[in-house]
């Protein structure tokens, strides 16, 4: 049987040369020393009530059947539950380098006679909060590309979303290190994953390219293991062309989306997509912002299919 494969260890300050390279040629990359203990420690206090809240409510059935392994809690909104601490790791230098090289795409249109060259941008896709207790079974093998809802042909295809971890503690093949599967990003689309291609991520923080195959590992820890609980916190980035070209959610006054029906709340954002984007603490924000506190628009008249 083949050895597993690794992935490439360097520290967050080496060349970005380098950084950039690795993530070109695997896909993903493991960067030490990029948030300080005391940087998680406070991010892992901070963190507690949000996870006991989401146990305490119950945890709910992902839209694909199965996709979250078992034993684990997960909370959304990480930047609006954790802002101060959350902002601090989306300002990382070798982060925006990252973003900036996969993510800020060149395009060209015609105007009248004139060629003009425009470069997009990137933007906070999401921000959540994991834990994985002893027992969790292996997360299905997916692509975090799929999220976004644009079609991945093959290699030849953008890449549209990048995912960042950061490790709440020591992330081993023990307590259900993250399975990835380095070089995926180059498979045509009709090849699929199988376990033995997986790298075992042990680490502290790691990028991967939404176009990489990688779930979560099983916990097999005893509960009494001091190292049982594995806590990590996903930043997702995408590029910025995927979003309104006006911010509608923010268009009108509270009371003025309250005489509205379902219908045109769902075209200005505030229901999620079919593929759970655009959600607020991962529900249709028209259940839980604060601004349509007991909104009742009536009966859909155009039922979704």
Not at 61 to 67: A, D, Q, R, T, Y
Not at 199 to 222: S, T
Not at 291 to 300: I, K, P
């Amino acid at each position: 049987m083949p050895a597993r494969p690794t992935l490439k260890t360097v520290p967050a300050t080496a060349p970005i040369e380098e950084i950039l390279a690795i993530l070109h040629e695997d896909g993903a990359i493991v960067l030490s020393d990029f948030a300080s203990e005391a940087e998680v420690d406070a991010l892992n206090a901070k963190s507690k009530p949000f996870f006991d809240k989401q146990e305490a409510e119950g945890v709910a059935e992902h839209k694909i059947k199965g996709f979250r392994a078992s034993n684990t809690t997960v909370f959304y909104d990480l930047i609006g539950e954790i802002p101060e601490d959350t902002s601090k790791l989306l300002q990382r230098k070798v982060w925006h380098q990252v973003m900036n090289e996969f993510l800020r795409h060149d395009q060209w249109e015609w105007y009248g006679k004139e060629k003009i060259a425009r470069k997009g941008e990137y933007w906070l896709h999401t921000s959540i909060a994991y834990k994985v207790m002893p027992g969790a079974g292996a997360q299905m093998l997916h692509r975090d590309q799929g999220s976004t809802m644009i079609q991945r042909t093959g290699p030849e295809s953008l890449t549209n979303m990048v995912s960042t971890f950061v490790a709440g503690c020591d992330v081993t093949a023990k307590n259900g290190g993250t399975h990835v599967i380095p070089g995926s990003h180059k498979w045509p689309q009709d090849r699929a994953p199988t376990p033995e291609e997986c790298a075992i991520v042990e680490m502290k923080k790691a990028i991967w390219l939404g176009q990489i195959f990688h779930g979560a590992g099983p916990n097999v820890c005893d509960p009494s293991d001091p190292d049982a609980l594995r806590i990590i916190y996903g930043l997702f980035a995408c590029a910025d062309h995927f979003r309104q070209g006006e911010a509608t959610t923010l268009a009108c006054k509270p009371e003025e989306y309250m005489k509205m029906t379902p219908e045109v709340l769902k075209l200005l954002g505030f229901y999620k997509s079919q593929n759970g984007s655009g959600h607020l603490k991962g529900k249709n924000p028209v259940d839980v912002w604060e601004g349509l506190q007991g909104y009742s628009g009536g009966e859909w008249k155009y039922v979704q299919a």
